[in-house]
C-alpha cells in the first residue's frame, strides 16, 4: 500500500473513536472502583440501606429470605454447585437455609441444654427474618419462642408479613439496636447472630451485649464475614481492598476469627469458646448469586432505575469472592457456653 492509498480521515476517526472508548471505560471503572455507600456513624446508614433493599424487592428475590451466604457440602462442590455451568445444581436458596440448619447444628445448643431445645433464642440483626422462621418452625419448633431484632423498620414489617403468611406464630420481630438491646440479663437460651457483626461498629459492645442477655448456661453462636487475623501485617494493596468492601456496603471494619474468640473470651462471662472458617463451605455463594441473575435477569431489566445500582452490586459481589478466594476475608464461625 502506498501513502496515496491510506485514508487518513478515517484512520483519524477510528483513532479517536478508540480514545474515546478507552476513556469512557476508565471513566466508568474510576466510577465503580469509588465506594458509593460508605459507613456514616450516627446516621442509621445499615438501617437506610437495608430499608431501600427491602422496598426495591430486587434482593428477596434473588436471595430468598435469608440475606446471607448458603452452605455447600462437599458432593455439592464436586458437581459444581454454585458455578456457571452448575447453577441448577444446587438451588441458591436452598444453600441458605442449608446453612441455618448446619449453624443450628454446629453451635451445639441442644447438646449444651441437656439434649433439648432452646425454649427462648435471640435472632440478632434478623433481615427479613428467614433465619428467624426457620429456627422457629423446623430447627425447634411451635414450643420455642425466636425473637428477631433489626435496626429497618422495613425489615421488621416484611419479617412479620411473613410469618403471619407462613403460619409461625412463635417468630417475633422488633426494631432494637443490637449495641443497646432493651432486654433484660439472662433472658434467652441461644443468642444466635448471622452475617449482623459485619456492620457493628463497636465489636466489643456486639458480643458484650450478645453476652449479657444470653442465660447461664445458654449458647452463643456466630456467623460473620471476617479479615484475615494480623501478624502478619496487613499489606497497603490488601487495606486498599478492605477499604473498598467497607465502604460500598456501610460496613464499619471487619475483625478476625480470633479477635471474636477474644471478645467472647474477654467478658469473662463465657466458657468453651471456639472458632472455625468455613469460607470453602460458602464462597461460591458469591458468584452463584450473581449466575442467578444472569439466568433469571427479567425483574432487573424491566426496572431501569436500579440498573446502575445492581451493576454496583455485582462488582462487589465479585470483590467479596476473590477477597475470600485470596485468603484476606476468612468466614467466621464462633461459638461459646455462658458460664453457669
Same mark, same amino acid.
Given at each position: 500500500?502506498?501513502?496515496?492509498?491510506?485514508?487518513?480521515?478515517?484512520?483519524?476517526?477510528?483513532?479517536?473513536?478508540?480514545?474515546?472508548?478507552?476513556?469512557?471505560?476508565?471513566?466508568?471503572?474510576?466510577?465503580?472502583?469509588?465506594?458509593?455507600?460508605?459507613?456514616?456513624?450516627?446516621?442509621?446508614?445499615? =438501617?437506610?440501606?437495608?430499608?431501600?433493599?427491602?422496598?426495591?424487592?430486587?434482593?428477596?428475590?434473588?436471595?430468598?429470605?435469608?440475606?446471607?451466604? =448458603?452452605?455447600?457440602?462437599?458432593?455439592?462442590?464436586?458437581?459444581?454447585?454454585?458455578?456457571?455451568?452448575?447453577?441448577?445444581?444446587?438451588?441458591?436458596?436452598?444453600?441458605?437455609?442449608?446453612?441455618?440448619?448446619?449453624?443450628?447444628?454446629?453451635?451445639?445448643?441442644?447438646?449444651?441444654? =441437656?439434649?433439648?431445645?432452646?425454649?427462648?433464642?435471640?435472632?440478632?440483626?434478623?433481615?427479613?427474618?428467614?433465619?428467624?422462621?426457620?429456627?422457629?418452625?423446623?430447627?425447634?419448633?411451635?414450643?420455642?419462642?425466636?425473637?428477631?431484632?433489626?435496626?429497618?423498620?422495613?425489615?421488621?414489617?416484611?419479617?412479620?408479613?411473613?410469618?403471619?403468611?407462613?403460619?409461625?406464630?412463635?417468630?417475633?420481630?422488633?426494631?432494637?439496636?443490637?449495641?443497646?438491646?432493651?432486654?433484660?440479663?439472662?433472658?434467652?437460651?441461644?443468642?444466635?447472630?448471622?452475617?449482623?457483626?459485619?456492620?457493628?461498629?463497636?465489636?466489643?459492645?456486639?458480643?458484650?451485649?450478645?453476652?449479657?442477655?444470653?442465660?447461664?448456661?445458654?449458647?452463643?453462636?456466630?456467623?460473620?464475614?471476617?479479615?484475615?487475623?494480623?501478624?502478619?501485617?496487613?499489606?497497603?494493596?490488601?487495606?486498599?481492598?478492605?477499604?473498598?468492601?467497607?465502604?460500598?456496603?456501610?460496613?464499619?471494619?471487619?475483625?478476625?476469627?480470633?479477635?471474636?474468640?477474644?471478645?467472647?473470651?474477654?467478658?469473662?462471662?463465657?466458657?468453651?469458646?471456639?472458632?472455625?472458617?468455613?469460607?470453602?463451605?460458602?464462597?461460591?455463594?458469591?458468584?452463584?448469586?450473581?449466575?442467578?441473575?444472569?439466568?433469571?435477569?427479567?425483574?432487573?431489566?424491566?426496572?431501569?432505575?436500579?440498573?446502575?445500582?445492581?451493576?454496583?452490586?455485582?462488582?462487589?459481589?465479585?470483590?467479596?469472592?476473590?477477597?475470600?478466594?485470596?485468603?484476606?476475608?476468612?468466614?467466621?464461625?464462633?461459638? =461459646?457456653?455462658?458460664?453457669?
Amino acid at each position: 500500500m502506498t501513502n496515496r492509498d491510506i485514508d487518513y480521515g478515517k484512520q483519524l476517526v477510528a483513532s479517536v473513536a478508540g480514545l474515546a472508548l478507552a476513556a469512557g471505560i476508565l471513566k466508568v471503572k474510576k466510577v465503580l472502583d469509588t465506594p458509593s455507600r460508605t459507613y456514616i456513624p450516627g446516621e442509621n446508614t445499615v =438501617g437506610a440501606e437495608y430499608d431501600a433493599w427491602t422496598e426495591e424487592e430486587i434482593l428477596e428475590y434473588y436471595w430468598g429470605e435469608h440475606i446471607h451466604l =448458603g452452605y455447600y457440602r462437599d458432593e455439592d462442590l464436586a458437581k459444581g454447585a454454585g458455578t456457571l455451568l452448575g447453577h441448577r445444581v444446587k438451588d441458591f436458596i436452598e444453600a441458605k437455609e442449608d446453612f441455618v440448619d448446619e449453624m443450628y447444628a454446629w453451635s451445639g445448643v441442644e447438646a449444651n441444654n =441437656g439434649g433439648t431445645k432452646p425454649k427462648k433464642i435471640l435472632d440478632v440483626g434478623c433481615g427479613i427474618g428467614g433465619a428467624t422462621r426457620r429456627l422457629a418452625s423446623k430447627c425447634v419448633g411451635p414450643d420455642s419462642q425466636v425473637t428477631g431484632i433489626t435496626l429497618s423498620s422495613k425489615q421488621a414489617a416484611r419479617a412479620t408479613a411473613l410469618a403471619e403468611r407462613q403460619g409461625i406464630p412463635n417468630a417475633d420481630f422488633q426494631v432494637m439496636d443490637a449495641l443497646a438491646m432493651t432486654f433484660e440479663d439472662d433472658t434467652f437460651d441461644m443468642v444466635w447472630a448471622c452475617e449482623s457483626g459485619e456492620h457493628m461498629p463497636d465489636k466489643k459492645k456486639y458480643v458484650d451485649e450478645m453476652v449479657r442477655v444470653l442465660k447461664p448456661g445458654g449458647t452463643l453462636v456466630i456467623a460473620t464475614w471476617c479479615q484475615r487475623h494480623a501478624p502478619p501485617e496487613l499489606t497497603a494493596v490488601e487495606k486498599s481492598k478492605l477499604q473498598f468492601l467497607y465502604d460500598e456496603w456501610a460496613h464499619p471494619y471487619f475483625i478476625s476469627i480470633k479477635d471474636y474468640c477474644s471478645l467472647a473470651t474477654d467478658t469473662g462471662a463465657m466458657t468453651r469458646v471456639e472458632g472455625d472458617d468455613w469460607t470453602k463451605q460458602t464462597i461460591v455463594s458469591w458468584r452463584h448469586s450473581i449466575w442467578a441473575g444472569v439466568y433469571d435477569p427479567i425483574p432487573v431489566f424491566s426496572r431501569p432505575k436500579i440498573w446502575y445500582k445492581t451493576l454496583r452490586d455485582i462488582v462487589c459481589l465479585e470483590r467479596m469472592r476473590r477477597a475470600f478466594g485470596e485468603g484476606l476475608m476468612q468466614y467466621g464461625m464462633i461459638r =461459646g457456653v455462658k458460664k453457669e
